[in-house]
């Protein structure tokens, strides 16, 4: 792409683009540099050794002990207890309600003893109540592979860093389209025309594109809508 000098209007807009990528990559390293685990579609954020947190409201806190580590789970402000034991791949939680499950480690989650289905199958026929669980079955299967996790110190990002890069390489992408339709445009192609030149209204889809390009890019970066 042929260098061209920008004037004061697209240098004003490339310093508040400039902004709003730092602006967007600050937001995005809160969100998604730190890591923790999910349950269901919450992330709870590692605060400390033995405190995991999503809000202030919901929060897994545990205590290993010699054979089992002690879960205090926190569900919209309500409390319970879970124990988990570990005999190799073999899991077995006792929640504080007396559900308890015993399956295997598939790798991705839980696999049920006794019927060898997800977790999110095998607890369909389970009927729990407690308070704060809209959704008792696909709860306590997310909560239960979410401490496995935990025990295993198996955290992740919310967001991961492939896609932050790709979000920044999409947002330079529509930047540049968006200062320099013209160039951009005719950018290795410009050889198939005589006149290399866009009238007004293309000037204009050429700088919509780069609007919706730098929007994807933000997403990406960001992870909102996509995590």
């Known amino acids: ?10 240098l004003m807009m490339a310093a508040v683009m400039a902004a709003i990528l730092i602006a967007s990559f600050a937001y995005s390293s809160r969100r998604n540099f730190p890591k923790g685990v999910y349950v269901g579609e919450q992330f709870f954020y590692l605060k400390s050794q033995t405190l995991l947190e999503s809000t202030q409201k919901n ?6 002990n010699d ?19 570990l ?5 077995t939680i006792t929640y504080e309600n007396g559900l308890e499950i015993e399956g295997e480690w598939t790798g991705e989650r839980i696999i049920d003893k006794e019927s060898e289905m997800p977790l999110e199958a095998a607890l369909d026929e389970v009927t729990i109540y407690s308070p704060g669980f809209e959704n008792p079955s696909a709860q306590y299967s997310s909560i239960s592979n979410a401490l496995y996790l935990i025990s295993q110190n198996k955290l992740t990002r919310r ?12 947002y330079f992408i529509g930047a540049l389209e968006f200062l320099f339709p013209e ?3 005719f950018f290795l192609r410009g050889w198939r025309y005589e ?17 919706i390009v730098m929007v994807i890019g933000l997403i990406a970066l960001t992870g909102i809508f996509i995590s």
Do not use: C, W
């Open 1 to 10: 792409m042929a260098k061209k000098k920008l004037t004061l209007p697209q």
């Open 59 to 64: 929060q897994i806190s545990f205590k290993q």
């Open 67 to 85: 054979s089992s580590i002690d879960f205090t789970l926190v569900f919209d402000g309500n409390e319970e207890s879970a124990n988990l034991k």
């Open 87 to 91: 005999d190799g791949d073999h899991i």
């Open 159 to 170: 967001n991961s860093i492939f896609t932050m890069l790709l979000g920044i390489a999409f």
């Open 183 to 185: 160039t951009y445009h």
């Open 195 to 211: 006149r290399a030149k866009l009238s007004k209204e293309g000037e204009y889809m050429e700088k919509l594109g780069g609007i």
